[in-house]
């Protein structure tokens, strides 16, 4: 089974500040593991995503994330935040396997201010 | 321009009246997944289909049904037995095979508000 842990429903930075978003996960298989972005009143559009090789992922507007097995961690990371980052993140994890299912985290909201 | 839509946007019903929420993908995928998001709740899965003419329950399957007679179309009746159903529901689809292997891509949503 999977489950995933997002710490923090919501987090607050200044512009240009750095953005990090927390997803802890837990699964008893290799995880794929997925970041999504919500802007108000719309769907879900994904930044990035680990199935395997390279632990660090780079998605879009600017945003990576690192695979950490050890601490079982796929914490979101920009270096700079704008103000246009300001949306709600969704880790999610999946098993695998044929099931395909996503298991999500509940959100965080990323504020930015001027 | 391949995607997933949904219909309508913004949704008012009666309590009492079932309600039917579309939604089309073009993209060739297997698995269709139908979710609810609430404030502060994530999102939770009511169905999913992994092939025409199946779907399993999810999470929250209570006062939802849904029909899988073509690939490209999932929707969703929200009936009367569901208890509260005012709510923001997103449909998504996936491949179950391929580079794309278990992402899931999202409609725009639909704002259902039961008055």
């Known amino acids: 089974a999977q489950s995933v842990t997002q710490l923090g429903s919501h987090v607050s930075v200044s512009e240009g500040a750095l953005v990090l978003l927390r997803c802890n996960y837990s699964s008893s298989v290799p995880p794929y593991l997925f970041w999504y972005v919500q802007y108000p009143n719309q769907g879900l559009q994904l930044l990035l995503k680990y199935t395997t090789g390279a632990t660090l992922v780079k998605g879009i507007n600017g945003f990576e994330a690192e695979f950490k097995k050890s601490e079982t961690s796929f914490h979101l990371t920009k270096p700079s935040a704008h103000m246009s980052d300001a949306a709600e993140y969704f880790c999610a994890v999946s098993g695998g396997g044929s099931q395909g299912n996503l298991i999500f985290g509940k959100g965080t909201k990323l504020s930015v201010k001027p | ?115």
């Not at chain 2, 029909?67 to 929200?78: D, I, N």
């Open chain 2, 1 to 115: 321009d391949g995607g997933i839509t949904q219909s309508p946007k913004y949704l008012f019903r009666k309590e009492g009246q079932n309600v039917t929420l579309s939604c089309e993908q073009n993209l060739n995928h297997d698995a269709m997944y139908w979710y609810r998001q609430d404030p502060g709740q994530g999102l939770r899965l009511i169905y999913y289909s992994q092939i025409v003419n199946d779907f399993q329950k999810g999470d929250i399957a209570e006062g939802y049904s849904v029909s899988r007679e073509k690939k490209e179309s999932f929707p969703l009746t929200v009936t009367s037995a569901q208890k509260n159903p005012t709510a923001f529901y997103l449909c998504a689809s996936s491949a179950l095979r391929g580079s794309s292997y278990n992402e899931q891509f999202f409609g725009p949503g639909t704002r259902l508000t039961v008055l």
